[in-house]
């Protein structure tokens, strides 16, 4: 039999159990997603396959870093050892409720989620048939929705952001283009076109910096038209970037330090800008600076697809731009996509354009985000 460190379990003439079906998954993966997602995977190892130790996160971690045992705990056997085609509905509905009284409903869920993964892939490739997934399992509360800036407040950030020439491409880029701060920090010039007026998101950023010719999904690999504001602030970008070895490289680096006052040339740029720095340094400050409320990176990319929503831009289309596997992680509805992204760019400076955009449009994602404010309030920090 296979260990999930070594290779495929490739034996068709035998069903494979849980364990060997979940390592075929994660080793298929490989390669697919990036390294700490692909980790974040092998963390629900034990949660699955098992064994899982009975006791509180902090125990659950002390045994996963030391593998000595923490006193008054024991291990519990969960899906491991049950071949794929042996495993029932009813066995599924109460391995899930259990991982969900023991550690938390959102944990069960998502384990659930990769189990029906994982036995979808074991069905293709060994020809086995696995139980249907179990209906109406325990749901939690409404997903609380993600702060973002109203399109006012974006518009005083851009134009905080066409005078700010050393950080002023760093935090607008996001709202213009929807990319994710992987997407942004792992572009290279190579991926920008500017005969074309297009930006091709081919690769993404890992936590320490080095960048991977993956995306998220395979919907990531994208391309984003460039238009007006963007256009204008990533060719003026070009010629300022720091270079490194002479050579342009990536897009958003690190742009160096200076030695010793304001208006002297910066040493040391061109090299990689890890999220933290920019998150810490640059992101941060440009919020407070303009006197906006403390959104995160990501909130960005939310901006970007709810005023393309709010323009009337179809659904189908701002999945694409944005990257999505398919319009229902857009929306809970899909609609056929008819225009070019040209238009849709467009469409987005006309949103953060003073006075251009229309008051039902504006009033939309106002109340939206008021919403959503206010929900956070109810539920605490």
Not at 304 to 316: D, R, V
Not at 351 to 373: C, H, K, L, Q, W
Request: aromatic share 8%; proline share 5%; charged share 25%.
């Amino acid at each position: 039999m296979v260990d999930l460190k070594e290779g495929n379990y490739t034996n068709q003439r035998e069903v494979p159990t849980i364990f060997q079906a979940f390592g075929h998954w994660l080793e298929l993966r490989r390669g697919q997603v990036k390294g700490c997602t692909l980790r974040g995977y092998g963390n629900y190892k034990n949660y699955i396959v098992g064994p899982l130790l009975l006791g509180t996160h902090a125990q659950r971690r002390e045994y996963t870093v030391t593998g000595k045992m923490p006193e008054g705990c024991q291990l519990r056997n969960m899906l491991g050892n049950l071949k794929v085609n042996e495993l029932t509905t009813g066995e599924i509905r109460v391995w899930h409720k259990f991982i969900a009284d023991s550690v938390g409903l959102h944990t069960a869920n998502r384990c659930r989620l990769y189990l029906q993964t994982i036995l979808g892939l074991a069905a293709e490739d060994f020809g086995v048939r696995p139980p249907p997934m179990p209906r109406r399992l325990s749901r939690g509360g409404p997903k609380m929705k993600k702060a973002i800036l109203l399109p006012e407040q974006v518009r005083t950030l851009l134009a905080q952001a066409k005078n700010d020439k050393e950080y002023g491409i760093f935090y607008s880029f996001p709202f213009l283009a929807g990319t994710r701060p992987s997407e942004q920090l792992g572009l290279l010039w190579q991926d920008v076109d500017f005969k074309k007026k297009e930006i091709h998101i081919r690769r993404m950023q890992e936590a320490d910096g080095t960048i991977v010719n993956i995306t998220k999904t395979a919907a990531g690999f994208r391309t984003i038209p460039m238009r007006g504001l963007l256009y204008d602030m990533m060719l003026d970008w070009n010629e300022r970037c720091p270079r490194r070895e002479g050579q342009l490289e990536r897009v958003f680096p690190g742009i160096g330090f200076r030695r010793f006052k304001l208006g002297e040339p910066r040493k040391n740029g061109g090299n990689c800008l890890l999220y933290s720095n920019f998150r810490l340094r640059i992101w941060k400050k440009a919020l407070k600076r303009a006197d906006l409320p403390p959104v995160t990176p990501h909130s960005a990319r939310h901006a970007f697809i709810s005023t393309l929503q709010a323009q009337g831009i179809e659904i189908g289309l701002v999945a694409k731009l944005a990257g999505h596997a398919n319009a229902t992680i857009t929306l809970s509805c899909y609609t056929q996509s008819v225009r070019g992204g040209e238009l849709a760019m467009e469409a987005l400076a006309k949103a953060f354009t003073p006075g251009v955009m229309s008051g039902t449009a504006a009033e939309t994602i106002r109340a939206d985000a008021e919403n959503t404010s206010h929900a956070a309030a109810l539920g605490g920090s």
